[in-house]
Each structure stands twice: as C-alpha cells, then as structure tokens.
T-cell receptor, first 115, second 109 residues
Framework: NAGVTQTPKFRVLKTGQSMTLLCAQDMNHEYMYWYRQDPGMGLRLIHYSVGEGTTAKGEVPDGYNVSRLKKQNFLLGLESAAPSQTSVYFC??????????????FGDGTRLSIL | KNEVEQSPQNLTAQEGEFITINCSYSVGISALHWLQQHPGGGIVSLFMLSSGKKKHGRLIATINIQEKHSSLHITASHPRDSAVYICAVTGGSQGNLIFGKGTKLSVKP
C-alpha cells in the first residue's frame, strides 16, 4: 500500500523554467492538498481539491496552478519558476472532513530549488 | 499573531527524560493533530484528537478544548525520538490543516 507518492523527490530549476509536481494517492481519498514548508515557518496551504475536477486556492496560491483530472492524482504546476518558490512541497490527502476521525496522509515531499 | 503557537521552539533532552511540548490555538477547531517529521523526511501523523487524551506507546497527547491548549508528552525519551514535532488544527469545511512552526527535539544518549 503506497499511500501518497510524490514525484520527483528533488529538482533544481532555473528562474523562468516550468515544471509539474505529481501527487498520487491510492486510498480513494476525496480531499487532496498541496503545502509548502519554508525554514522558520509552518507549512502553508497552496491549493486544495475536494474532489475530481475541483480545485481551490489556499493561503499562498500565487505563481502556482493545479489540476485534479483524476481522483487519485493532484498536480501542482509552476509556470515560470522564481527563487521565492524554493521550498519543500508536501502533498496530503484525506477522507471528507466529518467522515470519522481520519488524519491526513502525507507524501515524502519534493525538494525544489530555483536558481 | 499565529493561529497555532507551539512551545518550546527547540528542546534538548537526555535519554530517559520526560518531555512535554505545548500547543495553543486561537481558532475554532474540529480536531487537533500532532505530526512528526524526521530530518529530511516526510511527515507522519501521530495523533488526531478532538477531546480528552490519547496514548500510543510512549507518546501521550491531551487536549483542553475550553483552554484551547494541547500537550504532547514523551515518556522515557530515546534518541530515535529526535525529530520535529508539529501541532496542527483543522477547522474549516475544506479540511486543510493550519500548522504551528514546529518544535525541534533532540534527545542525547
């Protein structure tokens, strides 16, 4: 049972390049989230999805786009990478809030450096 | 002011010591989470609680809803407990977590 899988694990980009981070979960979870983790700060929500075909902005959405074409996958895109987007990115998934006491399940993270 | 505050930020203990990490929050919540993150590693959920107390092995988590406060206790600490412990809360209908900045624990042998 893989849980939440993030690819790639590491990536170095040059300013202005684009890339897509992939998050895949095999637990049939409705809700999926993208967070970023920066030194000295708590994790912050970038975008989230409450189901296939739906996405919404979180606390820090600027510079990112997302898509949820399939229930199991949640993609995070950087159209034109900037040094300020250097961070560790975590994907998480969960059942619908209120459906029992289920925690969020996290991927192992993607370390992204923008030069 | 952050919605979720943790203390201390850093904690060094000797093996065998009893450890307490505190978390206070200022928003209405449906649940509070304690998470563990090892250096360079992913994030693992330790506890999710909305009232009372939960225990798993040497770890105990408590929450006081009226005081908006939670504690994570580690009994008989061990060097393998060295990690960052993160408090987070869920409150909104979208279910996302609001995180504290974490407590970095180092347990010396």
């Amino acid at each position: 049972n893989a849980g939440v899988t993030q690819t790639p694990k590491f990536r170095v980009l040059k300013t202005g390049q684009s890339m897509t981070l992939l998050c895949a979960q095999d637990m049939n979870h409705e809700y999926m989230y993208w967070y970023r983790q920066d030194p000295g700060m708590g994790l912050r929500l970038i975008h989230y999805s409450v189901g296939e075909g739906t996405t919404a902005k979180g606390e820090v959405p600027d510079g990112y786009n997302v898509s949820r074409l399939k229930k199991q996958n949640f993609l995070l895109g950087l159209e034109s990478a900037a040094p300020s987007q250097t961070s560790v990115y975590f994907c998480a998934s969960s059942t619908r809030p209120g459906q029992g006491t289920q925690p969020q399940h996290f991927g192992d993270g993607t370390r992204l450096s923008i030069l | 002011k952050n919605e979720v505050e943790q203390s201390p930020q850093n904690l060094t203990a000797q093996e065998g010591e009893f450890i307490t990490i505190n978390c206070s929050y200022s928003v209405g919540i449906s649940a509070l989470h304690w998470l563990q993150q090892h250096p360079g590693g992913g994030i693992v959920s330790l506890f999710m609680l909305s009232s009372g107390k939960k225990k798993h092995g040497r770890l105990i988590a408590t929450i006081n809803i009226q005081e908006k406060h939670s504690s994570l206790h580690i009994t008989a600490s061990h060097p393998r407990d060295s990690a960052v412990y993160i408090c987070a809360v869920t409150g909104g209908s979208q279910g996302n977590l609001i995180f504290g900045k974490g407590t970095k624990l180092s347990v010396k042998p």
